[in-house]
T-cell receptor, first 109, second 115 residues
Framework: KQEVTQIPAALSVPEGENLVLNCSFT??????LQWFRQDPGKGLTSLLL?????REQTSGRLNASLDKSSGRSTLYIAASQPGDSATYLC????????FGGGTRLMVKP | EAGVAQSPRYKIIEKRQSVAFWCNPI?????LYWYQQILGQGPKLLIQ????????DSQLPKDRFSAERLKGVDSTLKIQPAKLEDSAVYLC?????????????FGPGTRLTVL
């Protein structure tokens, strides 16, 4: 059974810092890995999707990497802004989509 | 392209009452999913449909939860009777196909509070 873990569970940083969110998974037989953003009371917004054959994906200030052999992914956020404050979820696609518990990010002005 | 639509957005009921949620997926998407997200946790898959057939309902509490997708488009999820622990956000998602290669797109969710 796939298990997905996200560390840290919560993170508070001052505006402008570069930061890294971590995601680990136990079964490397995956199709892809997605990073989502969730604002309070809202649904999920897809940020990046990395296919199993890829090593990384970039979108603006976001960069996600995937190391399938070690069961790890990182989401790098450059020059963080208060508007980045949200919960970030990673999800691994095998036979089903399995989510981690999320990292709650607070970026202070 | 219109996204996944869900209604209602919020619902408050008392325990032992019934409630139903509705989802309209992205046009042309064959696969539809219902997830339950308890506060502070990641979403958990309840049921997956491929067209109007059930692919996976192994985590659906079938004694109180039911779901249908009669015409292979819209879907409803019902809880009867509701318990306090059913308080959660119920998310609907859809994808082109359901073999894991295809990205899932999520609706805004329905926040259920059971008193």
């Amino acid at each position: 059974k796939q298990e997905v873990t996200q560390i840290p569970a919560a993170l508070s940083v001052p505006e402008g810092e570069n930061l890294v969110l971590n995601c680990s998974f136990t079964d490397s037989a995956i199709y892809n890995l997605q990073w989502f953003r969730q604002d309070p009371g809202k649904g999920l917004t897809s940020l990046l999707l990395i296919q199993s054959s890829q090593r990384e994906q970039t979108s603006g200030r976001l960069n996600a990497s995937l190391d399938k052999s070690s069961g790890r992914s990182t989401l790098y956020i450059a020059a963080s802004q208060p508007g980045d404050s949200a919960t970030y979820l990673c999800a691994v696609a095998g036979n089903m989509l399995t989510f981690g518990g999320g990292t709650r990010l607070m970026v202070k002005p | 392209e219109a996204g996944v639509a869900q209604s209602p957005r919020y619902k408050i009921i008392e325990k032992r009452q019934s409630v139903a949620f509705w989802c309209n997926p992205i046009s042309g998407h064959a696969t539809l999913y219902w997830y339950q997200q308890i506060l502070g946790q990641g979403p958990k898959l309840l049921i997956q449909f491929q067209n109007n057939g059930v692919v996976d309902d192994s985590q659906l509490p079938k004694d109180r939860f039911s779901a249908e997708r009669l015409k292979g488009v819209d879907s409803t999820l019902k809880i009867q009777p509701a318990k306090l622990e059913d308080s959660a956000v119920y998310l609907c998602a859809s994808s082109w196909q359901g073999d894991g290669h295809y990205e899932q797109f999520f609706g805004p969710g329905t926040r259920l509070t059971v008193l």
